[in-house]
């Protein structure tokens, strides 16, 4: 058996098996993607809408998904591809010069790039590192939207390619993180990481009852200030999905936290309201 190094959860694998993610592959004692230009969805989206608020506004981006994620959050919105392997599909394949000429001909309605997103997209850093070169070359922009749950040595050589990211921080509890299957060290690490050589804007998803103290948030908030003041934090209002029950997040309680998250960042905003 071998170790997939990409994430935290080191996936031990026997030759041609798959990993919890249902992405990556052991073969020849090394984790390969699946998903490398199997493309589940396809969009032109606004920038807004990633979400980026100080990353090219008002543009759009033409939007890609795969299948699959390292992680298991009850509340997934996207679960009927993020918890889904590439036996379930349907899905489409592109080549890195396919994607990136589609996103070039459409720079005249205003796109300015790629974004990997919908499903985990990290899980595919040789796709996004092979079109992030073409992109460069094209005068166009990548952005990636990830959970940022994984190890610095096998993503970083993607990682310094991409331009913005938005990267989920998903509370700032270790208790909550491995109830959604994840590492909240490898996540800030992550985060620190990215903000060197990119554009990075921050995400977190309020959950009633789990990760909406405004102690938390008062943490979360300093240390993210920390990495970088002017790093925008987005706020999001959760809606129950996938197997998550409950209210949604009180609206007045969200605009509370924010400004609580205020008292440490610049640009604090929030969503789905």
């Not at 979400?51 to 981006?61: E, K």
């Not at 985990?120 to 990636?144: F, H, Q, S, W």
């Amino acid at each position: 058996m071998s170790a997939c190094g990409l994430c935290p959860r080191r996936c031990q694998l026997s030759e041609g098996q798959t990993g919890f993610c249902r992405a990556r592959v052991m073969r020849e004692g090394l984790s390969r993607p699946l998903g490398y230009g199997r493309l589940t969805s396809l969009a032109l989206d606004p920038v807004e809408k990633k979400p980026l608020a100080r990353f090219h506004p008002g543009g759009l981006i033409l939007s890609a998904g795969s299948f699959g994620c390292n992680m298991n959050c009850y509340f997934c919105q996207n679960h009927h591809i993020a918890r889904a392997g590439a036996e379930e599909g349907p899905w489409r394949e592109f080549s890195p010069r396919e994607l990136c000429g589609l996103a070039l001909e459409l720079a005249p309605r205003g796109n300015i790039g790629l974004a990997f997103t919908y499903n985990e997209p990290m899980l595919n850093p040789e796709y996004i590192a092979d079109c992030a070169d073409i992109l460069r070359d094209m005068g166009l922009k990548t952005v990636v939207v990830t959970n940022g749950n994984f190890c610095l040595e096998a993503a970083g050589d993607t990682m310094n390619r991409v331009d913005a990211f938005n990267i989920d921080l998903k509370g700032f509890t270790e208790d909550w993180y491995r109830r959604l299957g994840g590492d909240l060290e490898t996540v800030k690490a992550f985060i620190r990481a990215a903000s060197r050589t990119s554009h990075v804007e921050v995400t977190t998803l309020v959950v009633p009852g789990q990760n909406d103290s405004p102690e938390e948030i008062d943490a979360l908030a300093r240390w993210l200030a920390g990495v970088g003041p002017d790093i925008p934090l987005h706020l999001s209002r959760y809606f129950p999905r996938y197997r998550a029950s409950g209210a949604p997040t009180d609206r007045r309680a969200l605009f509370s936290l924010a400004e609580v998250a205020r008292w440490h960042l610049n640009h604090v905003l929030v969503g789905n309201v």
